[in-house]
């Protein structure tokens, strides 16, 4: 079994990676703006989702919003590409209607 937190605020990451259980961490696009807005502008969503990937132990799955199967894609490619390079990226891709 793994245990993934699922959160986008640093801080709550990084408690939960030192109790020492967590195996990766899940977060979607509103959870990331809400995180990213409260810190008022002094930092960019990109910067604050490649943290994000840098402190956590494995995969961190970050969610395409293309509603086209192409949109998706394209989007699950550049995540990829983005932040592939600090850590562990899974692309999550929205299945329901």
């Known amino acids: 079994m793994k245990i993934f937190i699922d959160t986008a605020e640093l801080d709550e990451i990084s ?11 899940t977060t979607n696009p509103s959870l990331i703006k809400k995180a ?10 990109d910067e604050y989702i490649r943290e994000i990937v840098k402190i956590v132990p494995g995969p961190v799955s970050l969610e395409v919003l293309g509603g086209t199967f192409d949109e998706m894609v394209t989007q699950g490619k550049l ?11 899974a692309i999550k891709i929205p299945v329901n209607p």
């Open 36 to 45: 990213v807005d409260r810190r008022a502008g002094k930092v960019t969503m």
């Open 15 to 25: 408690e939960a990676i030192s109790w020492g259980i967590i195996d990766g961490a």
């Open 79 to 89: 995540l990829y590409e983005k932040f592939s390079p600090y850590g562990e990226v």
